[in-house]
Every structure is written in C-alpha cells, then in structure tokens.
C-alpha cells in the first residue's frame, strides 16, 4: 500500500511538471514515504530525517516532507524534533500535494496537513508504476478491524471499498499500458464489497476481472482469517488468472494470544480455513505473519505458535517482535515479554519456516512452472528472475527477449529462498 502510494504521489507532481533527479543532494523537494506499523519504522524516518539537516542548511529553499502513516501519526510531533521539515502530509492528502508544495515553494513555510476528513482519492496516472509489467490497484482502504496491537484503523481510517466499475477501468487502462499482473490491494482485502451492496463481494469482483484481455495475473492481499469464504477460495480455484497464493497472517497459534489481539478466530478455525484452501485450490501456497512476544504470551503459548507453524507448513511466513503502539488498546497491557526472549523466539520461527520452505522447495525439483518474467537476477545478472503463479522466486537462465513475458521454466535446484532452473525458450 506505502508503495502504491508513493506512486500516486509521484504521479500527482509528474503531471505539474516535477522530474526526478539522479542525485538526492541535487533535489529541490525530498519526501519521505512512511510507515508507522512498528516504531523501528518510525525510528528509521527520524534518522534519515536528520541526516537530511545539512544539506537543508546548506540549501534553505530545499522542501522537505513527510508522507504518509507516520505522518499521520505523528503530526506536530514530527515539526519540534525536526524544525527543518516543511510539510507533514498524511494518508488522505496525498491529492493535495502539488498545491502544498506550492504554497510552501520560496517561503520556507510549515504546512501540517492530516486532515482526517480528506478524501482519499483513487485517481492514478496508470503509466507511473515500478515495474512496467505488474502493477497494486487499491481496491479497498483503511480497516475497522482494531486488532489491539495494530495501528493501522487509526492511521488509516475507517474501511472504504471502492466501486466495481472504477477498479475495472483501471485494470483496463493498466492492460493497455502492457502490464500483465494487477495486485489488488486492501488492509483487510477479503472484506472488499462491505458498503456497495449484498451482490458485490471480492469473489464477484475477482469474477469481473478475470476476462479483462493482456491481464494474464490476478493477486489479491492481505487476507484476514475471520473474512475469508469458501467463495473466495472457490473463485482463486475456478479463474484461470486468479494465482493459487493467499497471504493469509495467523499471527498466533494460541487461542487465548489470539483472543488478547482481537483477531476474531481460533488457531483451529485457521487451519481448517488452510485444509479447505488445499481442498478447494489443490496447488495453492500460503504466506503468513507471526507476531512474538505480544504481552502475556508465556512459553506454552509460543510453542502453540511453533505447532501451527510446523503444521500448516506456509510457503513463507514473516515474522515481527511485538512493538507497542501509542493509542492501540494493547497499549493497556504490560509489555511483559523481555526484548531477548522475542529475539529468540523470533528466531526460532524464522529458523523453523526456513526448513519447512527449504523442503517445500525441494519438492520443486524437476517440475516445470510458469514464470512472469520481471528482471535480471540481483545476485547474477547473466540470468533472469521472476515469480510463479504460487509466488515462488526463479532465478533461471534465458534470453532477456523474455522480460516482461510469461515462460515455462524447468526447476533443476532450490534454496529456502529460490528456485532455480532453465527455460526451454533458451
Ligand atoms: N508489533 C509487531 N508487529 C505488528 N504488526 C502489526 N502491528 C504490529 C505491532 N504493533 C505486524 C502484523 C501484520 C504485519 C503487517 O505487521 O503481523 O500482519
Ligand atoms: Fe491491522 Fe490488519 Fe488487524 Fe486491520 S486487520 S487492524 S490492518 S492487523
């Protein structure tokens, strides 16, 4: 979603007429996209910040500003530690920034804008994307989940889907310009729908989406649990361009964790909500998070977390130490797990995913799959990389006539990681 947004933001100041420039010291305007999920994330944006004062001092008529979730957040807080920020923009106002920019333009003015009845506006220039052949389309924003140790309804706002018809012509307008893989994004995306009317849910949307022409890949996250239906999965499993992939966060596997988070479900409810997956959709693959750490959570419950993670064997799981957030009701419970047990614990299931992806890997071995074929191998440029419908990384080797194309690769090894292999258009 940060990243869609920088996008949006950047689209908004092309069309005035601003260019990006090679050199960040050489910059006129410098805005810092933000995210406020953990305060690692927050603690990162206030030391960029204030790497950034020299060169403000060196060039008064610099314009330096925040965007974003921690914007939001923060507000005036981020002004009285750091006077040489001009403009606070938060998660609704991201429209406005060519008229911010240029009312602060020569005068050195501090603009705070996190206005919370601001419109969050959808428009987007399509052809300002990342990646030419893939492309996020926000199908849905904000959340009214409140899961207690999360900040995002407060940052973010309250859950907002938007019309059918509007996401169809983007997708169109997206196809036309050569991409091939829309991700459709939502906090809580499996709710999409809520607000425009009983027929229109993300199943019907996926089922609209499918026959647009040039669009070969169609994603969808993050899913919540509690929303997920058998029509969704029924929908990933009929749709030749929906990918067999769920990104779908457990968080715990202990119920009485899980019940302190809010999250609405059991871990019993997760994996049969994970068997009925694999029956409906036989090859589909399963991201999760984890968070360790969260308060009261006591050895027993930490191992509940290692069953379920050995059990559901996820293609890939992300794994965070709880970090408390100001104004989220976990906020009330003592954060009582010591930061060296969380490092341990967190470790513990990173090492624990790492084998079990290794060996789903490994299964991988001698099958031929098909890749969108996105760039050149970061760690090898001789060979190219891309992902599977099931989102696993290939790196393989083929002619660079293939970017941008759909390819089928023969996997010949694998890391937890990667899976490697040839091409047979080679
Ligand atoms: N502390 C640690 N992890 C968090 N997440 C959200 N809020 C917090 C927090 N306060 C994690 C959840 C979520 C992911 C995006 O970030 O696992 O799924
Ligand atoms: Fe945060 Fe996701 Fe829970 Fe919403 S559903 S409150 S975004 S963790």
Not at 81 to 86: A, E, I, L, S, W
Not at 248 to 256: N, R
Not at 306 to 329: H, W
Request: aromatic share 6%; glycine share 8%; proline share 3%.
């Amino acid at each position: 979603m940060n990243k869609l947004d920088s996008e949006l933001s950047i689209g908004s100041l092309v069309k005035e007429g601003y260019t990006f420039i090679e050199d960040e010291k050489d910059a006129d305007v410098i805005l810092l996209n933000t995210c406020s999920v953990r305060h690692k994330a927050e603690h990162k944006v206030y030391s960029q910040l204030g790497s950034l004062r020299d060169q403000k001092e060196k060039n008064p008529g610099l314009i330096l500003g925040v965007l974003g979730c921690m914007a939001q957040n923060e507000g005036e807080k981020i002004f009285k530690r750091m006077p040489h920020v001009n403009l606070i923009c938060g998660t609704r106002m991201f429209s406005k920034l060519p008229e911010l920019l240029e009312k602060i333009n020569g005068t050195n003015k501090r603009i705070l804008a996190i206005d919370e009845d601001g419109e969050v506006n959808f428009d987007r220039v399509v052809t300002q994307r990342d990646d030419r052949h893939k492309a996020f389309v926000s199908v849905m924003r904000g959340c009214d989940n409140y899961c207690s140790y999360c900040i995002v309804p407060y940052v973010r706002g309250h859950e907002f889907s938007r019309p059918v018809e509007d996401i169809i012509n983007e997708v169109k307008d997206l196809a036309d310009d050569g991409c091939k893989e829309v991700m459709l994004l939502g906090q809580n995306v499996n709710s999409y729908g809520k607000g425009l009317g009983e027929n229109t849910t993300l199943a019907t949307l996926l089922r609209r989406l499918n026959p647009i022409g040039g669009i070969e890949r169609i994603r969808f996250v993050t899913s919540h649990p509690k929303d997920m239906t058998r029509d969704i999965l029924e929908a990933v499993g009929e749709l030749p361009k929906v990918c067999e992939n769920l990104h779908m966060p457990a968080q715990s596997g202990s119920d009485k964790i899980l019940g302190k988070m809010r999250r609405q479900y059991t871990s019993e409810y997760y994996r049969g909500l994970v068997e009925m997956a694999r029956s409906l959709v036989p090859n589909i693959t399963i991201a999760s998070d984890f968070i360790v750490g969260f308060p009261g959570e006591t050895e027993d419950d930490f191992e509940d977390t290692v069953s379920l993670v050995r059990d559901v064997r996820c293609q890939n799981c992300f794994v965070f130490k709880y970090s408390p957030r100001t104004g989220t009701a976990a906020m009330e419970l003592k954060d009582d797990v010591p930061e060296k047990t969380k490092k341990k614990r967190n470790q513990i299931l990173l090492d624990l995913q790492s084998e079990i992806s290794a060996e789903l890997n490994k299964e991988m071995i001698g099958k031929s799959v098909e890749v969108l074929v996105e760039g050149t191998s970061k760690t090898d440029e001789s060979r190219l990389t891309g992902r599977t419908r099931q989102n696993q990384i290939v790196v393989f080797s083929g002619p660079s006539s293939l970017l941008g194309k759909l390819t089928n690769v023969d996997i010949v090894d694998s890391t937890d990681l990667t899976l490697f292999g040839v091409t047979s258009e080679f």
